[in-house]
Antibody, heavy 120, light 115 residues
């Protein structure tokens, strides 16, 4: 059964870089049938797609975040990662990783999410 | 960018009654080449990630109870719960996956409670 697990610091200082990793188990991140995405949800608010990556390394970013986002993949570790630079309090959110279909991009499988707070 | 707008923002329905949530997209999400609407619905309970309920606007995900149904086409869509159960209390989101895949955008969410 496919499982995704986010990991990384729960507290980041303003202006620094948020870094998270998603570890995939029960399936290969190298499958050509899927993208691997990051989605966030500020406390009490809605869902925002941050970006996605294909196993080949092709990346797709939300235009509103593109200048600050880097997503990478490590197929040897079955992991993909998110870096968000120059964070502010507005970046405080639960960050989810999720698998997306490559034929149609819905997400059936999600991590449990990790809360990242931006505060000094 | 396609903007998704849900109505109402919150809804209280009695157990066993019908619940209806609406979703409107700022442009059509119907892809003419395959006649499919690139619209999904998710359910999110507190402390949990979203759960896919419906895709292609009306195709129920495996394991989702048949009291959940989706309808609509083009820019206007509806999620209906035919007979509300206590476990259906959640926030519901519509999502378009039409524009710039694999990117997608969500509606603001509709909070469903028991009356």
């Amino acid at each position: 059964q496919l499982q995704l697990q986010e990991s990384g610091p729960g507290l980041v200082k303003p202006s620094e870089t948020l870094s998270l990793t998603c570890t995939v188990s029960g399936g290969s991140i190298s499958s050509s049938s899927y993208y691997w995405g990051w989605i966030r949800q500020p406390p009490g608010k809605g869902l925002e797609w941050i970006g996605s990556i294909y196993y080949s390394g092709s990346t797709y970013y939300n235009p509103s975040l593109k200048s600050r986002v880097t997503i990478s993949v490590d197929t040897s570790k079955n992991q993909f990662s998110l870096k968000l630079s120059s964070v502010t309090a507005a970046d405080t959110a639960v960050y989810y990783c999720a698998r997306q279909g490559s034929d149609y991009a819905v997400s059936r499988h999600w991590g449990q999410g990790t809360l990242v707070t931006v505060s000094s | 960018d396609i903007v998704m707008t849900q109505s109402p923002d919150s809804l209280a329905v009695s157990l066993g009654e019908r619940a209806t949530i609406n979703c409107k997209s700022s442009q059509s999400v119907l892809y003419s080449s395959n006649n499919k609407n690139y619209l999904a619905w998710y359910q999110q309970k507190p402390g949990q990630p979203p759960k896919l309920l419906i895709y292609w606007a009306s195709t129920r995900e495996s394991g989702v109870p048949d009291r959940f149904s989706g309808s609509g086409s083009g820019t206007d869509f509806t999620l209906t719960i035919s007979s509300l159960q206590a476990e259906d209390v959640a926030v519901y989101y519509c999502q378009q996956y039409y524009s710039t895949p694999p990117g997608y955008t969500f509606g603001q969410g509709t909070k469903l409670e028991i009356k």
